[in-house]
């Protein structure tokens, strides 16, 4: 199965489980996760973003600092900014919580609905569905050093034409060492490519 389809037919489940929405990020290192995706209402969202409610949601310091999965009605941390009660006026009355990974490659999925609490068949598949997002996105651990020269050309805003000038290849070589990138990356598109070698320290 190849890692798109694999990771749609994730989001595919999670979208089943949670008609108010979900939202996961994939291997967050250094603050910034390598895969994001929500689909919460977009009032909530503006909220969450323009209070920037990430550094101080009791859900993300859960997921970092534990693994396994949670309802938000047995969150025991503190809330100061009642950041689930004004979750809960946006139709996210009822919420579960997982975590995986190691500390340096967390990934952390939510799913919420408003009219009753999860079963745990539902938090058992969000976990699981959790650890396949993690498995399938799992970066690579280095790149070829044509594979990286490529993308540090395009990183820094070569086009193709000068990029492969400039490594003295041909532009079909130049394409041929940026799709093996992409493919090695999990990527879709070479910016794409680009900016996950970045937060990989890769490029």
Do not use: N
């Amino acid at each position: 199965m190849s890692y798109r389809l694999g990771l749609d037919r994730c989001t595919g489940v999670l979208a089943r489980i949670a008609p108010s929405g979900y939202f996961f990020a994939l291997h967050i290192r250094k603050t910034l996760p390598l895969l994001r995706e929500q689909t919460f209402p977009e009032s909530w969202v503006e909220v969450y973003e323009r209070e920037v409610y990430a550094v101080r949601d009791p859900i993300v310091a859960w997921g970092f600092s534990r693994t396994g999965v949670i309802r938000w009605s047995e969150l025991d941390l503190p809330d100061p900014f009642d950041i689930l009660g004004q979750a809960r006026a946006h139709g996210l009355a009822f919420g579960a919580s997982a975590a995986w990974g190691p500390i340096s490659s967390r990934s952390i999925a939510s799913i919420a609905r408003s009219d009753r609490e999860f079963t745990a068949e539902e938090i058992g598949t969000l976990a699981e569905t959790l650890r396949r997002m993690h498995d399938v996105t799992e970066p690579p651990k280095a790149l070829t050093d044509a594979q990286i020269e490529a993308l540090r050309c395009i990183a820094e805003g070569d086009r193709y034409a000068a990029a492969a000038a400039k490594l003295a290849i041909s532009e079909s070589a130049l394409k041929a060492r940026l799709r093996s990138a992409r493919e090695s990356l999990k990527a879709r598109t070479t910016t794409e490519a680009v900016r996950l070698a970045q937060g990989l320290q890769l490029v």
